[in-house]
């Protein structure tokens, strides 16, 4: 009914052992399926995670730029004044207590760096370069002690502020500014008489005046203002502002006995420069006093 129980073990046999086959086959092929899937798995996640990077990885690009710099010394000064100060002498007592013209001019400084500040007696030099220029001569009563040489240095200043810049070593001036007060009519002296260099800008040397700091760029040690403004350093009370006076003194006779040299040692009245009965010649003169600021380095 069944045929030969041998055949039927051989086809057992090969049944089994095709069965293990397949079995062997589906296995590895589970496996195989399983063993992709993870690597897919982890590819998928390597490949999120590198996006996440790239999502958040900062991307930049690099310029430059050069910032100059030009720093400029600034040194300004305004004045305030009048185009013309003008002393008339028509009267008797004006000769002998001469005409003083109160806060005639204001100077004002602004300055980045250090600096100085003089004052400077000048003239067109039709008659030399120290001396005024003569306009008119109203010729009558002109005598030969007459003299027409009227020396720059008669015009005296004064300063409302000291020169709180001139404690440098080697300043051998016998005033170091214009702030003393002017004398009485019978005191003559050159602690006010302007100074003059022979027609020249050139500055004070050490035994001269200035208004603010000391010796220009020679002078040594402390002998220059400090940068700054009257905008910013107290205003009028300042050492940045000055407010000046003009007297002009001719006397009696017209000799101008407050004229002195430079160094305010030395006479240049018409009487000690041209002998004795000398005086100034009647007329109309003209002069011009100039303010220098400058660096002091």
Request: proline letters at 5%; one cysteine or more; glycine letters at 10%.
């Amino acid at each position: 009914m069944f045929g030969d129980p041998k055949n039927l073990e051989k086809k057992y046999v090969k049944f089994k052992y095709m069965s293990n086959s397949i079995n062997f086959l589906i296995t590895n092929f589970f496996n195989t399926m399983l063993m992709k899937s993870r690597f897919l798995v982890i590819a998928a996640l390597a490949l999120v995670m590198g996006l996440q990077q790239g999502l958040f990885a900062q991307l930049q690009d690099e310029k430059s730029v050069s910032v100059t710099m030009d720093l400029q010394p600034i040194l300004q000064l305004d004045m305030e004044t009048a185009d013309q100060v003008e002393f008339v002498f028509d009267d008797i007592k004006d000769y002998y207590a001469g005409i003083t013209k109160y806060g005639a001019t204001i100077l004002k400084i602004s300055s980045t760096v250090s600096w100085d500040l003089y004052a400077v007696g000048r003239s067109n030099g039709t008659i030399g370069p120290e001396f005024w220029d003569q306009v008119i001569d109203y010729g009558s009563g002109t005598g030969t002690n007459a003299i027409n040489q009227l020396p720059l240095s008669c015009v005296e200043l004064h300063q409302s502020q000291p020169n709180s810049g001139a404690s440098g070593g080697g300043i051998t001036a016998t005033y170091i500014d214009y702030s003393t007060p002017f004398p009485a009519s019978t005191v003559h002296n050159g602690a006010n008489s302007l100074y003059v260099n022979n027609g020249t800008l050139t500055p004070p040397t050490a035994a001269d005046k200035y208004i603010a700091g000391h010796s220009g760029t020679s002078g040594l040690g402390d002998d220059a203002m400090p940068g700054g403004s009257y905008l910013t350093a107290g205003g009028y009370t300042s050492d940045f502002y000055y407010v000046v006076d003009y007297r002009l003194m001719p006397g009696l006779p017209a000799i101008f006995p407050n004229a002195y040299d430079a160094d305010a040692a030395t006479p240049e009245d018409l009487v000690s420069v041209n002998g004795p009965n000398s005086y100034a010649e009647p007329g109309v003169y003209t002069m011009y006093v100039q303010y220098v600021l400058v660096e002091d380095q």
